[in-house]
């Protein structure tokens, strides 16, 4: 049997990426965000509330890094979601993370976080339920260390985690479980 909720905003697992871009002082702003995601091969939708400091930031570079976080840093990739930049200048530098100039787009790449996509805004969108930022995708970085024995991004090594919004929790993702394509083509034979 199966209860049935009010509608809410719920799906699991909903994935953290951390949106990376540079204030007006050239500081690094960094904002954790759960609603978003690849929407075509090579762009991104960030789905954002107009007021956030990382919406100007975008607006007025072009240019955001979008990080996988790893759970290693899930308390300041938290903190960065909380705080907000409008209000606290120096949220980046509370976190102890460290931030390099990308080499393709006028953004910042967080050192500890494992996966990073540079991106250019292609456009904004103005929805019903808010605001939309598409990025296409012109760069990808990996930290060696989540490289497996061919030099491909070991999903498992990234230990990325999710966030579970029923009970506003953050969960890690776990190991290879299938593998896509294949796991269910038996049942193609039937």
Wanted: aromatic share 8%.
């Amino acid at each position: 049997m199966k209860k049935e909720f009010d509608v809410q905003a719920w799906l699991y697992p909903m994935p953290t990426y951390m949106i990376g871009t540079y204030n007006e002082d050239g500081t690094p702003d960094e904002m954790m965000m759960a609603w978003g995601g690849i929407c075509a091969e090579d762009m991104v939708a960030l789905n954002l509330e107009e007021a956030h400091k990382t919406v100007a930031n975008l607006r007025r570079t072009g240019a955001f890094t979008l990080a996988v976080p790893g759970a290693d840093t899930v308390r300041e990739s938290d903190f960065l979601g909380i705080a907000s930049s409008n209000k606290m200048a120096d949220k980046f530098a509370r976190t102890g993370l460290h931030a390099a100039r990308s080499a393709r787009v006028d953004a910042p790449v967080v050192e500890e976080y494992p996966m990073t996509l540079e991106c250019e805004v292609v456009e904004f969108q103005r929805q019903p339920y808010g605001l939309r930022v598409l990025g296409r995708i012109v760069g990808i970085l990996a930290d060696e260390s989540v490289l497996d024995e061919k030099g491909r991004i070991d999903a498992a090594k990234l230990n990325a985690f999710a966030f579970d919004p029923m009970r506003s929790g953050y969960y890690a993702l776990g190991g290879k479980i299938g593998q896509a394509w294949q796991s269910g083509a038996p049942l193609m034979k039937k």
